[in-house]
T-cell receptor, first 117, second 113 residues
Framework: DAGVIQSPRHEVTEMGQEVTLRCKPISGHDYLFWYRQTMMRGLELLIY????????DSGMPEDRFSAKMPNASFSTLKIQPSEPRDSAVYFC???????????????FGSGTQLSVL | AQSVAQPEDQVNVAEGNPLTVKCTYS??????LFWYVQYPNRGLQFLLKYITGDNLVKGSYGFEAEFNKSQTSFHLKKPSALVSDSALYFCAVRDNAGNMLTFGGGTRLMVKP
């Protein structure tokens, strides 16, 4: 398996533009997580899905952020409009079963480095 | 609410020496504890976990961690550090009722030749 695949690896955009980050989880995994990593705030969980259904989006910072999972093999995180403070590395991760039960491993993608100018 | 503290932003160790990366946690009930490692420009990778059983857990790349319930700690250790161990290490915890991991702020390990 190729692992969790994220695209693009790097995204540079101007303030106010729409940004869409993409994730393909590992086949068969039923949990998908979106994290944001910054120097100031560390690793933050934004939202997670179970069987394509959003379970907890309390980490989504503002209404400008939205995430979808239309099917088991694809998820998007959208920021509209983007702001400079959204600059961060965004990670997608997937797992089979909740961490700690059965499969306790999260498998992370390589991340998308987002820079909003 | 569950939380994790990694009190050291950076740990410096000479190659061949033992290393310890500290982690303390707060959680309701019995904790599930994890260590992940992040190499430059990569996502986090699972190292080891404690769910139940023996307090000393062995993981990937020669790492181990010791669960100490009375001190609510889960320190990561390795008897002999390698330069290639240099990376960012994250401790994580979840309780036995929820699905989400809470990560610590990370500790940068620098192993010098």
């Amino acid at each position: 398996d190729a692992g969790v695949i994220q695209s693009p690896r790097h995204e540079v955009t101007e303030m106010g533009q729409e940004v869409t980050l993409r994730c393909k989880p590992i086949s068969g995994h039923d949990y998908l997580f979106w994290y944001r990593q910054t120097m100031m705030r560390g690793l933050e969980l934004l939202i997670y899905f179970n069987n394509n259904v959003p379970i907890d989006d309390s980490g989504m910072p503002e209404d400008r952020f939205s995430a979808k999972m239309p099917n088991a093999s694809f998820s998007t995180l959208k920021i509209q409009p983007s702001e400079p403070r959204d600059s961060a590395v965004y990670f997608c991760a997937s797992s089979f079963g909740p961490p700690g039960e059965g499969s306790e491993k999260l498998f992370f993608g390589s991340g998308t480095q987002l820079s909003v100018l | 609410a569950q939380s994790v503290a990694q009190p050291e932003d950076q740990v410096n160790v000479a190659e061949g020496n033992p290393l310890t990366v500290k982690c303390t946690y707060s959680v309701s009930g019995n904790p599930y504890l994890f260590w992940y490692v992040q190499y430059p420009n990569r996502g986090l990778q699972f190292l080891l976990k404690y769910i139940t059983g023996d307090n000393l857990v062995k993981g990937s790349y020669g790492f181990e961690a010791e669960f100490n319930k009375s001190q609510t700690s889960f320190h990561l250790k390795k008897p002999s550090a390698l330069v290639s161990d240099s990376a960012l290490y994250f401790c994580a915890v979840r309780d036995n009722a929820g699905n989400m991991l809470t990560f610590g702020g990370g500790t940068r390990l620098m192993v010098k030749p």
